[in-house]
DNA sequence: ATGCCCAATGGGCATTTGCTTAGTCAGTGG
DNA sequence: CCACTGACTAAGCAAATGCCCATTGGGCAT
């Protein structure tokens, strides 16, 4: 294109914008915009694909699918919550992240138009990872985002499910990666690691954050936990012996939402969960597995908003 | 079923919204929409479809340029216009004219990439002088470019803003600066000039353009044609009083866009306006002081494509 | 019971879309 | 100077989609 001479990069989204809006709202085919565009069908066609990739085009459900809507109230009824929005689900991918990742993204961003400054704390795991990545490019350098726990694995590599560095990316927004294992070694390291001038910059950040939003982990044999290597299966049985029903960053907590005592969570680095917190602390969390850890996190008022889909709303409901 | 009360209407809507959510959030195809949910795949395209045609999904364009597509759509839904487009405002500089500029030029290069022979005639101002600038060098002997309107002041000097001499130098097209006043001194004169044949081919020329593209100037003590000295302060206001809204090309109109029968009008030189003509005659404009002009010329079908910026076009929008 | 009406259904077909391959062209750097 | 890169276009194909139309079957009046 002939405007490409000035700012090729900001014309070539434009230009997905255009394309976006002439093939979503106007319901032009792809055809009618290549030559509305001047460019060829495969051109437009890619334009499209890049508008919908760059999450310029946002596709919202204006009905409530009363399923949802009677599942999130009745959720809503039966635990300490304030907010709590249930997905369709996926028929044939009933774990599918995508739902409740949008749903998420839309929450976060509604905090991030705000104008004045907010501080958003984030988990991590593969819940908020995908929800990172739903979210738009924008630009809120007003905003901070703190992570609720380190990023560096016992082998000193990181965390593979960090999500604030992408999202801080994404939203251009300042980040405080915290430097921090998951685990320390023991109580004495954790002390030493806590005195820390910007672990206790990112610890104050945690608890004044405007809104936390957090995975749900479970404790069994499929744990993410275990799964990336922070826990081995002796610990990880010991801990189910201990009557662990699920963890929040690193927190393991029994099945009435108790963080239990014990050697494990005496190691945990992570920021304090906002036990019944005012503000909000959402919990992301999708899966027939994690169904008892989400409601001991619910009973136990570990968080007090929760985005899952429907299934897992129904699972939830069945629970005894 | 998901309430006790069967509903025909609402869960068949809700099965839309279950098949669109389907469809545009999780991204199945609608074959396998309808294996999940049962039905044929036919019914599965009526489920999406209706989603779409009850407004169940909303598209939302999440950048700047989905407001501008919206406010084209506006402007060409409230006037009778074939092309609008509208180019996102510089917040500190709302009456910038690189913006439009770009925008024009890029709508002159795709004629000009034409390989037939073409016609393009061009008025004249700032804005018009603007687009040129932006206009890429190219080489295409084969188009002819004309000017709507003579470059030669009353005192014998060229006009400032003339276009067509620049353009078709920066394009390597023909063209044909008509040896004429803008203003003839009177109506006798004016029979004179328009009877001398190269002002006849030019004219000739205009009537058959393939494109033309026009400023438009609001009548007021900021006028142009008051600034570059076409008219004195008293036949100004004269013309105010006469109910002049705007001019093109000199030709001066009222508020519905009806040029007026007055003794100025007799003695413009200008290529008639090809009223409502069936090929693109654009008018390229931005500016608050613009807006009724821009506004009368639009009711009037004195043009037939709009290329203006987002706060111009709101404030068109925002007339009564 | 019969025939009719109408909405919903699914088959079939033309169009649209996503994607691949091959070729072109401008800019880049050795 | 030329090979290389990257991005584009053209052509074409298989899958996905939109839509027409004949069919079905339930509800309703006769």
Known sequence: MSTGRFTPETTRLDDAARAGWLYYVAGNTQDEIARKLGVSRQSAQRLVAMAVSER?????LDHPIGRCMDLAATLCDRFPLTTCEVVPSDPGAPELLTGIAIAAAALLEKTLRAPEPRIIAMGTGRALRATVEQLSRMECPQHKIVSLLGNVMSDGSATPYNAVIPMADRVGAR????????LARDAEELRALHAQEPVRNS????????LTMVGVGQMDMSAPVLVDGFLRPAE????RAAGAAGEITSWVF??????????????????PLPRAADRPVIAVAVGESKIKAIRAALTGHL??????????AERLIALP
């Open 254 to 271: 029994d099945d009435r939402g108790h963080v239990i005592d014990c050697a494990h969570n005496r190691r945990v680095a992570s920021a």
């Open 236 to 239: 990880m049985a010991e801990l």
């Open 175 to 182: 980040h405080y990666p915290v430097p921090l294992p998951v």
């Open 203 to 210: 610890l104050a950040l945690c608890a004044e954050a405007d």
């Open 303 to 312: 968080v007090n908003g929760l985005i899952t889909n429907e299934l897992t």
């Open 56 to 60: 310029l085009v946002k596709v919202r």
